[in-house]
Each structure stands twice: as structure tokens, then as C-alpha cells.
């Protein structure tokens, strides 16, 4: 019944299929515009914890903070970037509104094609922009395309070493003189100290009166997850 509906059903023009696409298009930017809110609103509470673990000399607790911070802004950029790429494809569709009317169909864009298929590399978008790809290709405005995203997993170790390199900076200027009272080699010393003692029980001892503070970390790290995905 249901392919006998899809026969009958006529089929949108051109015009009102790009209309369509660009809707969605500015629906999904304007996602992208309230998480990006969520993930900033976010971060402010986020600096407060890092300077109130400064002040107590918790610099473990407070690189682990910072690091979902640069983590969270890498999020913002790649979102603005996503958002920017959505609109290049809505331009791209729009100038293509003026050939549909002459030939009476969408044609092919190699720079369309382009964009929603990097579009697609990323986590946050891939399944809406897979939608996206099987309709435009449906309607003959790209080829269809293997994803490849799976290829970027590979670059994952790289991106935590510059993480890494990034935190110190935002530990700097966020926590300010609170942390640059603590001379560098001691710092290091203990983040270095800590992570050795994990798994021990002298590690317990050495936080059972901060046990609030741990399941505060812990929290924020939940909700910094939530508002990044």
C-alpha cells in the first residue's frame, strides 16, 4: 500500500524540494546555535570550579577540568564550522534554483556534493546529513558517495597531544596568579604523583576529606558530555 501511496503521491518540483532542504538546513543551525549556548552557559561553571580547586593547591583536580574545557571548545569550533558548511550548501542550493527553472530539474553540484559529505564526517551531523545525502542524490543534485569518516578516528591520538599542550594555557589564564603560584616542576610533580598513586589505597587516604570534590568533578564531566553531544 504503501509504494502504491509513494506512486500516487505526487512528486515535489524543484523549487519546492530546495525550499524544503533549506528549511531543515536552517532548523538544524539553529540547533547548532542552542547547543553551542548550552555548552558556553556550561563552561562558566566550569572556570569557577577550576579557580576553587586552585586555591586549594588541587591541581590535579583542576587540569582534569581544564581538559573538558579545551575539549568543549574544540566542540564549539567544529559546530561553528558545521553551521557555516549548512549554510554554504543552502547558498549553493539557492543558485541552483534559477537553472531548475530553465531545465526543470535540480543538477548536479560537485560543491554540494562536497560539503554534506564532510558534513557527514562529523559525529553530531552524520545522521541527519546521511538523510540529506539520499534525497539529493535521489534527486540527482550529487552522486552518491561512500562515507569515509571512519578515517578520521585515526588522527585521535594526535588530537589528545594537543589537548594536552592546550590545557596548561587555559589552566593560566583561567586560574591566573592562583596557579602561577605553584612553580612548574611542582605542579607536575603532583599531577605526576597522583596519577601514580590512582590505584592505591594511599590515594584514598589522601582525598577521604575531599570526596565532595571528587563527585563535583565527576558531575561536571556529565554535564559537559551532555551538552557536547
Given at each position: 500500500m504503501e509504494k502504491v501511496m509513494n506512486i500516487i503521491k505526487p512528486k515535489p518540483n524543484p523549487q519546492q524540494q530546495l525550499r524544503d532542504w533549506q528549511r531543515r538546513l536552517r532548523q538544524e543551525c539553529r540547533n547548532i546555535e542552542r547547543q553551542i549556548r548550552d555548552i558556553q552557559r556550561e563552561e562558566?561553571?566550569?572556570?569557577?570550579?577550576?579557580?576553587?580547586?586552585?586555591?586549594?593547591?588541587?591541581?590535579?583536580?583542576?587540569?582534569?577540568?581544564?581538559?573538558?574545557?579545551?575539549?568543549?571548545r574544540r566542540t564549539v569550533n567544529r559546530l561553528y564550522e558545521n553551521k557555516a558548511q549548512m549554510n554554504s550548501i543552502s547558498m549553493h542550493l539557492g543558485e541552483s534554483v534559477a537553472i531548475a527553472r530553465t531545465v526543470g530539474h535540480l543538477s548536479k553540484s560537485a560543491e554540494v556534493m562536497k560539503l554534506v559529505n564532510n558534513l557527514m564526517k562529523a559525529p553530531e551531523m552524520a545522521a541527519t546529513m546521511l538523510e540529506f545525502s539520499k534525497e539529493m542524490t535521489k534527486a540527482g543534485?550529487?552522486?552518491?558517495?561512500?562515507?569515509?569518516?571512519?578515517?578520521?578516528?585515526?588522527?585521535?591520538?594526535?588530537?589528545?597531544?594537543?589537548?594536552?599542550?592546550e590545557v596548561d594555557k587555559v589552566l593560566t589564564a583561567i586560574a591566573g596568579?592562583?596557579?602561577?603560584?605553584?612553580?612548574?616542576?611542582?605542579?607536575?610533580?603532583?599531577?605526576?604523583?597522583?596519577?601514580?598513586?590512582?590505584?592505591?589505597?594511599?590515594?584514598?587516604?589522601?582525598?577521604?576529606?575531599?570526596?565532595?570534590?571528587?563527585?563535583?568533578?565527576?558531575e561536571i564531566r556529565a554535564r559537559l558530555a551532555k551538552v557536547r553531544s
Open positions: 562558566k561553571n566550569v572556570q569557577k570550579a577550576i579557580r576553587d580547586a586552585a586555591k586549594r593547591n588541587d591541581m590535579v583536580s583542576a587540569k582534569a577540568l581544564a581538559k573538558e574545557i579545551v575539549r568543549s543534485v550529487i552522486e552518491e558517495f561512500v562515507n569515509d569518516a571512519v578515517d578520521n578516528a585515526l588522527d585521535s591520538e594526535d588530537i589528545e597531544e594537543e589537548i594536552e599542550e596568579e592562583t596557579a602561577a603560584q605553584l612553580p612548574e616542576t611542582v605542579r607536575k610533580e603532583r599531577v605526576k604523583q597522583s596519577a601514580e598513586t590512582a590505584r592505591t589505597t594511599e590515594e584514598e587516604e589522601a582525598i577521604a576529606e575531599g570526596v565532595d570534590d571528587e563527585e563535583e568533578l565527576e
